[in-house]
């Protein structure tokens, strides 16, 4: 009976290390945050519309991980702008901002942290902030040097991030993912142009006429884009979307075109 016992002990004491284990990994990964200033200073800030409210936020987080930070009203999110969050790590300060587009207020702000996915960004920190958004208001004046300090160290990271993943090459996966891709395009394109033509070939009578209004779509399409770039090289800069688009149209003008003809051509006379 103590066999039994020790045994069930023992597996109370691995469902709990499942469970309570990854919580507690993600308690710990969490990162802090405080809130150290803001421009105009708080707590209460009255501004006219479209002007920026800044945050200076200090932060400490264990893994790398992207803050957001957010005003709210009553609870709900304000209608407002809002900075977007790079990927942070270590201990230090980020610059946070908001605004909002019309009058209204702002009695909190609201902190999330994560990869931005809805079940991976929780809520870290809640933030008293009155704010009053009036068309009256005076407009701040120049902000202080900490906000063109923080600017300055968000676009010096935003770049080595960029080179960073410049220098991470692409997987397999997503090389085999991007040229599949490009063939379906590639493919799509040629039945969308290709298939009026042969219709136009092989079809009799009104059925011809009708195939003429796909290809006669495609082929004013492709000669603006031809004329137009002969005279300005920059005015089709996404001409490839713009070929794979009619050509999408026109594939599914003959699908439509084919199916109805086939359906006559087997009524019973």
Known sequence: MRGWKAVACAGWLVLLGVFVGPV????AATPVVELRETFPPGP??????????YLRIGYSAPAPVHIWARPYFHGRPAEAGSSPSLQYSGDGETLGFFFLF???QVDEV??????????STPEIARWPLVVAVEAGAPAPGAPPAWVAS???????RADQLRAQAAQVPPSAGSIAWFSGFMLLMLGLAAAGIGWPLWALWRWRGGWRWLAAVPAAAVAFVLLRIVLDTARDPTSHNLWPFEVVMVAGASLLAMLSLALVRRLREARPQ
Do not use: F, M, S, Y
Request: proline share 12%; hydrophobic share 30%.
């Open 110 to 119: 609201r902190v999330t942290a994560g990869d931005g996915r809805p079940g």
């Open 150 to 156: 923080l600017r300055a160290q968000e676009h010096a």
């Open 44 to 53: 209460e800030i009255r501004v006219p519309p479209n002007a920026t409210v």
């Open 24 to 27: 507690r990994a993600q308690a």
């Open 102 to 104: 019309k009058p209204g």
